[in-house]
């Protein structure tokens, strides 16, 4: 994906590379305007990367009577799941364990269940269906025995790479994308902005011209529309925090809904990959956006409700291997709780300056908020509204790299005939094809000429040298935290931070990237320093100090 340094005149400016923005700059590519997305740091470098993992209807919304924020989340949900992107979004059952009389108040609304339960049967072909205390034993045997439990369907997915596949279906669809990229000067006229842009990666800059401005900058839309002249719409800043807990073999594939011990809110366990997500939190933030870490008191309570209903696993808490936390952005709610605040988005016009901000929201229904914040963007910039035969690709058409369930089977198998003898695990094919679809033929070339770059570089996982290298290549990575946070999830899915293969991928992506021996330790170094920063809640620091010497081997 080569960066478009490009001056000239654009019809939108897009704020923002999260999964907002990318969205935005997609559904605008496509309809054919003159695109360009830019974020200060790097791609999904915010909350995108830092959710639950789901794309779901949002069952516990019913509680509050949020019926029609629930049906845009199903319809969303099964676009994405069965059209969109079924490379990364997968089906995910979930079940609710009932506790006696302490059975969530929700699911006692009747109306709530049907609603649920009759959009998944009717949109998926899934439903949901109770279970008796023999049923949640045999599928659930970590699990504290209970007499009765109900489970439904909704899907996860992996964040960063939904917006990495987003973002390269705008570059495909004509966009020019800069991560990296900070707006250093904006001035306004009757007809549009003038905008000066600096590259934070070689320190280039030039001007372009923007006819509107679509400001998706998530947490930070109040400060970037105060920038832009504009008494900004102010926010709630939600903080959720997660635990890391290493996926136990009988855990099974279903996430499971608990209550927190503390305030008796919904809490889920989530399988991933290695991994176990135990969140989130819910609390008021109003810290440093860059700098959002799990507190100690967010720790015990995830750990605590875990194991209270998994205390036959026996952890403790030297067991939790990883935690992350981010901020989602909220639009501002009188009298409201923050388990009870409403995840709608509100799209804000100022005509005279030609600028729309974006807010709120989940990573559910970004494509949605996307289609109606450029409906508003052809408006003020005079065009006709789209055609159905438009409307149909934005709500249909894959994302990157654009392979339905049929053809990744097919390439799979013939990838796997021509490839077998020269990758040493049987994960790597299917996995590089789910995620990068025909151009895993040119990473597997690679692993063909030198078969050493093929072997994983983490056991249980089908990461390797040669993935990582196409990244590098492909996917603007700036940063080694690109790298391991958002192009790829090592950070999460390994133990401390993947640091411990890090020194090999250091030493081979650094020709491509041009760093030096000195750039090379610095980055080395800013992964470990973020995993303490994330962890310093409940780890022992001394158990997370970096070798030095294992440092100085990149320097």
Same mark, same amino acid.
């Given at each position: 994906?080569?960066?478009?340094?490009?001056?000239?005149?654009?019809?939108?400016?897009?704020?923002?590379?999260?999964?907002?923005?990318?969205?935005?700059?997609?559904?605008?590519?496509?309809?054919? &305007?003159?695109?360009? &997305?830019?974020?200060?740091?790097?791609?999904?470098?915010?909350?995108?990367?830092?959710?639950?993992?789901?794309?779901?209807?949002?069952?516990?919304?019913?509680?509050?009577?949020?019926?029609? *924020?629930?049906?845009?989340?199903?319809?969303?949900?099964?676009?994405?799941?069965?059209?969109?992107?079924?490379?990364?979004?997968?089906?995910?059952?979930?079940?609710?364990?009932?506790?006696?009389?302490?059975?969530?108040?929700? &699911?006692?609304?009747?109306?709530?269940?049907?609603?649920?339960?009759?959009?998944?049967? =009717?949109?998926?072909?899934?439903?949901?269906?109770?279970?008796?205390?023999?049923?949640?034993?045999?599928?659930?045997?970590?699990?504290?025995?209970?007499?009765?439990?109900?489970?439904?369907?909704?899907?996860?997915?992996?964040?960063?790479?939904?917006?990495?596949?987003?973002?390269?279906?705008?570059?495909?669809?004509?966009?020019?994308?800069?991560?990296?990229?900070?707006?250093?000067?904006?001035?306004?006229?009757? $007809?549009?902005?003038?905008?000066?842009?600096?590259?934070?990666?070689?320190?280039?800059?030039?001007?372009?011209?923007?006819?509107?401005?679509?400001?998706?900058?998530?947490?930070?839309?109040?400060?970037?529309?105060?920038?832009?002249?504009? #008494?900004?719409?102010? &926010?709630?800043?939600?903080?959720?925090?997660?635990?890391?807990?290493?996926?136990?073999?009988?855990?099974?594939?279903?996430?499971?809904?608990?209550?927190?011990?503390?305030?008796?809110?919904?809490?889920?366990?989530?399988?991933? /990959?290695?991994?176990?997500?135990?969140?989130?939190?819910?609390?008021?933030?109003?810290?440093? *956006?860059?700098?959002?870490?799990?507190?100690?008191?967010?720790?015990?309570?995830?750990?605590?409700?875990?194991?209270?209903?998994?205390?036959?696993?026996?952890?403790?808490?030297?067991?939790?291997?990883?935690?992350?936390?981010?901020?989602?952005?909220?639009?501002?709610?009188?009298? /409201?709780?923050?388990?009870?605040?409403?995840?709608?988005?509100?799209?804000?016009?100022?005509?005279?300056?030609?600028?729309?901000?974006?807010?709120?929201?989940?990573?559910?229904?970004?494509?949605?908020?996307?289609?109606?914040?450029?409906?508003?963007?052809?408006?003020?910039?005079?065009?006709?509204?789209?055609?159905?035969?438009?409307?149909?690709?934005?709500?249909?058409?894959?994302?990157?790299?654009?392979?339905?369930?049929? $053809?990744?089977?097919?390439?799979?198998?013939?990838?796997?005939?021509?490839?077998?003898?020269?990758?040493?695990?049987?994960?790597?094919?299917?996995?590089?094809?789910?995620?990068?679809?025909?151009?895993?033929?040119?990473?597997?070339?690679?692993?063909?000429?030198?078969?050493? =770059?093929? /072997?994983?570089?983490?056991?249980?996982?089908?990461?390797?040298?040669?993935?990582?290298?196409?990244?590098?290549?492909? #996917?603007?990575?700036?940063? =080694?935290?690109?790298?391991?946070?958002?192009?790829?999830?090592?950070?999460? =899915?390994?133990?401390?931070?993947?640091?411990?293969?890090?020194?090999?991928?250091? #030493?081979?992506?650094?020709?491509?990237?041009?760093?030096?021996?000195?750039?090379?330790?610095?980055?080395?170094?800013?992964?470990?320093?973020?995993?303490? $920063?994330?962890?310093?809640?409940?780890?022992?620091?001394?158990?997370?100090?970096?070798?030095?010497?294992?440092?100085?081997?990149?320097?």
């Amino acid at each position: 994906m080569t960066v478009h340094i490009m001056p000239g005149e654009f019809d939108c400016l897009v704020l923002g590379g999260g999964i907002t923005g990318a969205g935005v700059a997609r559904d605008a590519a496509m309809r054919g &305007l003159r695109t360009v &997305l830019v974020d200060s740091h790097d791609f999904a470098s915010g909350t995108s990367h830092l959710t639950s993992k789901l794309i779901h209807g949002g069952l516990r919304y019913l509680e509050h009577c949020q019926f029609r *924020l629930v049906a845009e989340g199903i319809i969303e949900r099964d676009r994405l799941l069965n059209r969109m992107a079924p490379n990364l979004v997968a089906p995910l059952r979930f079940v609710i364990p009932f506790e006696g009389s302490r059975f969530p108040k929700w &699911l006692l609304t009747v109306c709530g269940l049907q609603f649920y339960g009759l959009a998944e049967l =009717l949109r998926s072909g899934r439903r949901s269906s109770p279970l008796l205390a023999a049923g949640m034993k045999r599928h659930y045997p970590a699990l504290l025995p209970h007499p009765f439990g109900v489970n439904f369907w909704d899907a996860q997915t992996n964040d960063a790479r939904l917006v990495m596949a987003t973002v390269r279906t705008a570059y495909a669809a004509g966009a020019a994308v800069h991560n990296y990229t900070s707006v250093t000067d904006v001035a306004r006229d009757k $007809d549009g902005w003038n905008v000066r842009l600096r590259s934070e990666l070689d320190d280039r800059e030039w001007s372009i011209r923007a006819r509107s401005i679509i400001n998706a900058t998530g947490p930070w839309s109040p400060m970037t529309a105060r920038r832009l002249g504009v #008494e900004p719409q102010e &926010l709630m800043w939600v903080k959720g925090s997660h635990l890391l807990l290493r996926r136990p073999p009988d855990f099974g594939r279903d996430a499971v809904i608990i209550n927190s011990v503390r305030d008796r809110r919904a809490l889920w366990i989530i399988p991933w /990959e290695t991994r176990l997500i135990v969140g989130s939190t819910e609390s008021l933030y109003r810290g440093d *956006l860059r700098n959002v870490r799990p507190e100690s008191d967010e720790v015990d309570d995830l750990f605590d409700s875990f194991t209270r209903y998994f205390a036959r696993l026996g952890l403790k808490r030297r067991d939790i291997l990883g935690a992350y936390a981010g901020v989602r952005p909220i639009v501002s709610q009188d009298g /409201e709780s923050e388990n009870s605040l409403s995840r709608r988005h509100q799209i804000l016009i100022d005509d005279e300056r030609r600028l729309i901000t974006i807010t709120g929201g989940k990573l559910t229904t970004f494509r949605n908020m996307a289609e109606q914040a450029v409906d508003r963007a052809e408006q003020l910039l005079g065009y006709p509204p789209a055609t159905h035969a438009v409307r149909s690709r934005l709500r249909r058409e894959l994302l990157w790299p654009g392979l339905a369930r049929p $053809d990744m089977m097919k390439l799979t198998a013939a990838l796997e005939r021509n490839h077998c003898r020269s990758v040493s695990s049987a994960a790597i094919i299917p996995h590089l094809v789910r995620h990068y679809g025909a151009q895993a033929s040119t990473i597997l070339d690679v692993i063909a000429a030198e078969p050493r =770059l093929g /072997e994983p570089l983490y056991d249980g996982l089908p990461y390797c040298l040669a993935e990582l290298a196409y990244l590098c290549e492909s #996917e603007n990575v700036g940063r =080694l935290l690109d790298l391991v946070k958002r192009r790829t999830p090592l950070y999460f =899915l390994t133990d401390n931070g993947s640091l411990g293969s890090l020194r090999q991928v250091v #030493e081979h992506v650094a020709p491509i990237l041009g760093w030096s021996p000195a750039r090379q330790a610095e980055e080395w170094a800013a992964v470990g320093d973020e995993f303490r $920063d994330d962890t310093q809640a409940f780890a022992d620091q001394g158990d997370l100090q970096t070798d030095k010497s294992e440092r100085a081997v990149c320097a």
